[in-house]
Nanobody, 112 residues
Framework: VQLQASGGGLVQAGGSLRLSCVVSGVTFNWYVQAWYRQAPGKSHELVARMTEIGTTNYLDSVKGRFTMSRDNAKNTVYLQMNNLKPEDTAVYYC???????WGQGTLVTVSS
């Protein structure tokens, strides 16, 4: 099983990025998929998750700015991040919840 995350980068506050996570080796929509992030010196934080039937939940601080989606045909989940803030700076990881399968992380840096 592999989760390949990409799409991070450096962006100014107010900007947007779209993260992608390609999942291989498993029928990924059998699982709850999630995006976590880890800021420097902090623990992992659940940012968004999507259930098998497509229900999404978000961290309060990103509601209205981040949108999680998936493309079943491409085995890919996405995290569209708009109106980014400096406090969103972190390494973002995709994960299949209930498993030990994590992506390798992609760094998002938001400058003020």
């Amino acid at each position: 099983v592999q989760l390949q995350a990409s799409g991070g980068g450096l962006v100014q506050a107010g900007g947007s990025l779209r993260l992608s996570c390609v999942v291989s080796g498993v029928t990924f929509n059998w699982y709850v998929q999630a995006w976590y992030r880890q800021a420097p010196g902090k623990s992992h934080e659940l940012v968004a998750r999507m259930t098998e039937i497509g229900t999404t939940n978000y961290l309060d601080s990103v509601k209205g700015r981040f949108t999680m989606s998936r493309d079943n045909a491409k085995n890919t989940v996405y995290l569209q991040m708009n109106n980014l803030k400096p406090e969103d700076t972190a390494v973002y990881y995709c994960k299949l919840m209930g498993t030990d399968y994590w992506g390798q992380g992609t760094l998002v840096t938001v400058s003020s």
